[in-house]
């Protein structure tokens, strides 16, 4: 799972660098045809980093409360896209979006949850089978 999380962290800084150095134009102009398409990669995207970092997080720190990794895990991303949406306005040919970062909030919150609840959910199969 670390590797996978690692890998997907690389191509998610990849994406960000790529457009801010205006190299993505045609595929962000191919995503702007679809009703809400930029905004559905925005929540999937940044969505999927949240679940991989919040459940690699779990993992690697089992002695945590997974409730409280997973909230230090979120507020994190919630502060790093937030600075890099913002860090958009003065980029040439990118735009700071309240739309894109409420996407980009409701990914990371959305899967944040997910990945706690899969891991509760684990946690609770495992203790059961080992009372067996």
Known sequence: ????TVLFTI???GLIVLADMGKMRFLL?????FPYGDKI?????????????NTTA????????????SLIVTLFLLV???LEEISQGPI??????LSDLAANYAGIITFALL????????????????VD
Do not use: C
């Open 1 to 4: 799972m670390i590797l996978v």
């Open 11 to 13: 191509f998610i800084v």
């Open 29 to 33: 102009w191919l995503l702007s045809r």
């Open 41 to 53: 990669v925005h929540f999937g995207l940044i969505g999927g980093l949240s679940f991989l970092l």
């Open 58 to 69: 779990m993992q690697l720190l089992p002695k945590q409360s997974p409730r409280r990794v």
């Open 80 to 82: 790093v896209f937030t």
């Open 92 to 97: 040439r040919g990118r735009d700071a979006s």
């Open 115 to 130: 990945a706690y609840l899969t891991r509760k959910k684990t946690q609770d199969t495992l203790s059961v089978k080992s």
